[in-house]
């Protein structure tokens, strides 16, 4: 009998907290590390919703709640749902979480059985893969197409749709490129869903960066198309747009109560509840007039740090990046570069089992971190099914202007750096 259950081999990771570990091998050699890796905002929970918290916390509030989610911010939420989406939104059908990530595995496992396919974005959030695997389910990703803005159309959903199908995960604005789902696009997906889906297949709407939008782009949900309410499963929070990360404050709205009485169901197995004084920071944030302005100000920085980083990779020799709409990522392709650094043929002379456990973007990401002190994210960081061949690294630009500029300075010179490379993979041997 094993140590360790065989469905733990199904279990994938987000790779952005796993780097932690050579960035900080890198900080031990002495080296100054640019962290472009973790999708964080750079900006502090803003001043009237911690003191939300923290006269919560002294109030006493700190004790077990309602495993559902207290009413106040339920309530809140729903004002916000309505106000955002033009849907109905009762409370009854609203759950809150630690986090945004906890509904995604609440859905697999309430919606998926083995066999079921589960179609997702790809390149997209890696959880999405790694609950879809670790369920038994049969994962199905869906390529996001550079040349549509990372976006994909209708018919590329159409086709992917069979007898199996089970449930059709979004993200919009989207992690790891910033494409975004169009008014139009969405209204014929809904369209396809209607036509193709049974009444029981579920649509999860991962919105968690509906905040973060530029060039006057306003957010747009499948919720709102014509019979999507009753079949989506409409996920959101705090941790982006109100910078509240740490806070670990989310929450699904669900078809029907029942529904929404099974993921009560998992909290309480899981979690019991999230802490009450949290909750009443995070109704502080919908409710407040204060928020507004707040998250404006935070959008229109990274909006300009977009406006001056798309130009210069562009720049760079080999790169080729799109101008995302929206949450705070590019999401460069670096197939040139990797031809011309000499990483392609560097990993097609790797050991069969070297190869699988990385890839060209995935080298040349470990030789900018080692060697350049740049830390980026590589493609197959955002769902391993299908991407080969697929080169693209992820920046954050949720850091400062002066921290990006360095960081994209020292891209360039990497992107020289062809004997340096050699040197790299001579002396750090990682994929033996």
Not at 174 to 184: H, K
Not at 185 to 190: F, N, V, Y
Not at 293 to 308: K, L, N, P, Q, Y
Not at 418 to 429: P, S, V
Request: charged residues 25%; glycine residues 8%.
């Amino acid at each position: 009998m094993a140590l360790l259950a065989d469905r733990m081999t199904a279990l994938g990771t987000e790779n952005a907290f796993k780097l932690g570990e050579d960035i900080q091998r890198c900080l031990d050699r002495g080296m100054d590390v640019i962290k472009f890796n973790l999708g964080e905002p750079d900006f502090d929970s803003a001043p009237h919703i911690n003191r939300v918290g923290m006269r919560e916390i002294e109030a006493g509030n700190s004790h077990y709640c309602d495993p559902q989610g207290i009413l106040p911010l339920r309530k809140a939420i729903a004002a916000h749902v309505a106000s955002t989406r033009g849907i109905e939104a009762d409370v009854s059908r609203i759950v809150v979480t630690p986090g945004a990530k906890p509904p995604i595995s609440y859905t697999m496992q309430t919606y998926a059985d083995p066999g079921d396919e589960v179609i997702y974005p790809s390149p997209g959030f890696p959880i999405y893969e790694s609950w879809v695997t670790f369920a038994g389910a049969t994962p199905v990703p869906l390529q996001l197409s550079e040349e549509r803005g990372f976006s994909f159309i209708p018919e590329e959903l159409a086709a992917l749709i069979t007898e199996r199908t089970k449930v059709i995960m979004l993200c919009s604005p989207s992690n790891p490129t910033g494409g975004v789902l169009p008014a139009r696009d969405l209204a014929g997906i809904a369209e396809v869903i209607r036509e193709k889906c049974r009444p029981d297949v579920r649509i999860y709407a991962d919105e968690i960066y509906e905040h973060i939008l530029f060039d006057g782009e306003k957010h747009h949900s499948i919720a709102s198309e014509e019979g999507m309410a009753e079949r989506t499963v409409l996920v959101s929070g705090h941790s982006k747009g109100f910078a509240m990360t740490g806070w670990r404050l989310g929450w699904a709205m669900l078809p029907t109560a029942e529904e929404a009485a099974i993921f009560k169901q998992l909290n309480i197995n899981i979690c019991s509840c999230v802490p009450a004084f949290i909750q009443e920071a995070g109704r502080e944030a919908y409710e407040s007039p204060e928020s507004a302005a707040t998250v404006a100000g935070m959008v229109a920085a990274f909006e300009r740090r977009r406006d001056w980083v798309v130009p210069a990779l562009n720049d760079i020799p080999g790169v080729r990046c799109q101008n995302p709409k929206g949450a705070f990522y590019v999401f460069p392709n670096v197939a040139g570069l990797c031809e011309r650094l000499g990483v392609v043929d560097a990993y097609q002379q790797l050991p069969e089992a070297s190869r699988d456990r990385t890839s060209p973007s995935g080298m040349l990401q470990m030789f900018l971190l080692y060697r350049y002190g740049v830390a980026t994210m590589d493609r197959n960081s955002f769902g391993r099914i299908g991407a080969e061949g697929q080169h693209y690294l992820r920046l954050s630009i949720a850091a400062s202007m002066e921290q990006i500029q360095a960081g994209v300075g020292r891209m360039v010179e990497a992107a020289d750096d062809a004997d340096g490379f050699q040197e790299f993979l001579r002396e750090e041997r990682l994929w033996d």
